[in-house]
Nanobody
Framework: QVQLVESGGAEVRAGGSLRLSCVAS????????MGWYRQAPGKKLEPVAT???????DYAESVKGRFTISKSRAWNTIWLQMNSLKLEDTGVYFC??????????????????????WGQGTQVTVSP
């Protein structure tokens, strides 16, 4: 089992900066990816900064050049540096982890089982 805790959200003036953190605990050995998502008021959840299978960061078009994702050597902590914040960056920011473990089955033997774990979210509010 894995648990995620985000922190760093706050109210900030437009043009300011924030740094979000997400710390994982529990079965850290099972984590094979982590990333950041957000949900603005009245809008759907969207990816903000994630890692592709090649390990290269992928950013939403609206945040390119302003946000930077980073990670610890092991998958236990990720950060999101947010600069030049805009009003439309307001929302709840979530951390997500992808986990995979081997599960024993009678018919096929050991098979991988993939799950996703979400943090509780942290509020970011950008004011004029």
């Amino acid at each position: 089992q894995v648990q995620l805790v985000e922190s760093g959200g706050a109210e900030v003036r437009a043009g300011g900066s924030l740094r979000l953190s997400c710390v994982a605990s529990g079965s850290l050995w099972s984590i094979n990816n982590m990333g950041w998502y957000r949900q603005a008021p009245g809008k759907k959840l969207e990816p903000v900064a994630t890692y592709g299978s090649n390990g290269v960061a992928d950013y939403a078009e609206s945040v390119k050049g302003r946000f930077t994702i980073s990670k610890s050597r092991a998958w236990n902590t990720i950060w999101l540096q947010m600069n030049s914040l805009k009003l439309e960056d307001t929302g709840v920011y979530f951390c997500k982890a992808e986990t995979e473990v081997d599960e024993e089955t009678e018919r096929f033997g050991s098979l991988p089982k993939r799950d996703y774990v979400w943090g509780q979210g942290t509020q970011v509010t950008v004011s004029p």
